[in-house]
């Protein structure tokens, strides 16, 4: 049995995310997986990947081959020069973490008015119009 590293591919129409899985080579690409050994989310920025290092080194090591995706994958996370004995690479961006939202007060939010409105009410409106057109019919 040929054993394949794969992407499977999960989500939306336009928000893909796999998951990296170990499974046999004749099954279908969102078919039975013998193990899932990481995550890939593409449209993240930057992209999220999570590698099980440990047993993608298991894999690798008992004779599973990685798809091209997957290989590119390995490459950037450095399991794959772990495998093979080469120098690791360069360290992947980590998204910053979000800052909380600033405090109305620290934007300058003492304004005087608290909870006034600006307009007036309609009733009020009403009676002006009803006053003018009285004295529109008076003159």
């Known amino acids: 049995m040929a054993v394949k590293i794969k992407l499977k591919r999960l989500g939306k129409i336009r928000s893909p995310h796999y998951r990296i899985v170990v499974a046999d080579s004749r099954t279908r690409r ?51 020069q772990k495998f093979k004995g080469l120098p690791a690479p360069a360290p992947l961006l980590v998204a910053e973490p979000k800052a909380a939202r600033p405090v109305f007060d620290a934007l300058g939010g003492d304004d005087a008015s608290k909870g006034e409105a600006i307009t007036q009410k309609k009733k009020a409106e009403k009676k002006d119009e009803a006053a003018a057109e009285s004295e529109s019919t008076e003159a």
Request: charged letters at 25%; aromatic letters at 8%.
């Open 30 to 80: 969102d078919g039975r997986a013998i193990e899932e050994i990481g995550l890939y989310h593409p449209v993240q920025n930057p992209s999220r990947i999570e590698v099980d290092t440990d047993r993608a080194q298991y894999w690798l090591s008992v004779g599973a081959q990685p798809t091209e995706p997957v290989l590119a994958i390995l490459k950037l996370t450095g399991d794959w």
